[in-house]
């Protein structure tokens, strides 16, 4: 486990090829040979992906506690050498750009190797009011996903595919 704080984006679109179908680098939620970011709840048992910049150190599968926002899964990559290295980035699904920004800054950051035993105590911790599940994966708000990208293909929201 190391704590630190680190600089925590936001962001509401795929960040691989092809643009906007929620794709990332590799997943736990697999369907047609394609991996795609999945938003949850934020407690320690449905996880939202996160993506790390190399810099991080961190490796795939790694749990991750953001104070304020909760749980993430590290499920994709950033390119290096961005902006505020190691860069945190969370998938926000539908949220607004004053959404973006609101979330994104400076934040403790706890992580946890996938071999290692996360502690009870831990596991109890959930995320904070900063993070809006139920907005972003309203029903309103997937509509205008869907609806806004001709690539569209699904996202996971608590390991579901929502078409």
């Known amino acids: ?18 643009p906007y179908t929620d794709f990332v680098a590799r997943g736990r939620h697999v369907t047609d040979g394609n991996a795609r970011a999945d938003i949850g ?15 991080a150190g961190a490796a795939y599968g790694s749990r991750i506690f953001i104070d304020g926002y909760g ?24 949220a607004t750009a004053d959404e973006l920004a609101t979330l ?3 934040f403790d950051v706890t992580i946890f190797a996938p071999s290692e035993k996360v502690p009870p105590a831990w596991k109890q911790k959930t ?23 001709a690539n569209w293909q ?10």
């Open 1 to 18: 486990m190391e704590t630190s704080n680190r600089y925590v984006t936001a962001y509401n679109y795929a960040d691989n090829s092809p």
């Open 41 to 55: 709840r934020n407690d320690f048992s449905l996880p939202t992906s996160v993506s790390l910049s190399p810099e």
């Open 71 to 94: 749980w993430f899964l590290n499920e994709d990559s950033t390119q290096a050498g961005l902006a505020n290295a190691p860069r945190f980035d969370l998938w926000t699904a539908g």
């Open 104 to 106: 994104t800054g400076w």
């Open 127 to 149: 995320a904070g009011q900063n993070w809006h599940y139920s907005l972003w994966t309203s029903p309103a708000r997937l509509v205008a996903m869907r609806d806004g990208s």
């Open 154 to 163: 699904g996202i996971y929201r608590e390991g579901i595919l929502l078409t």
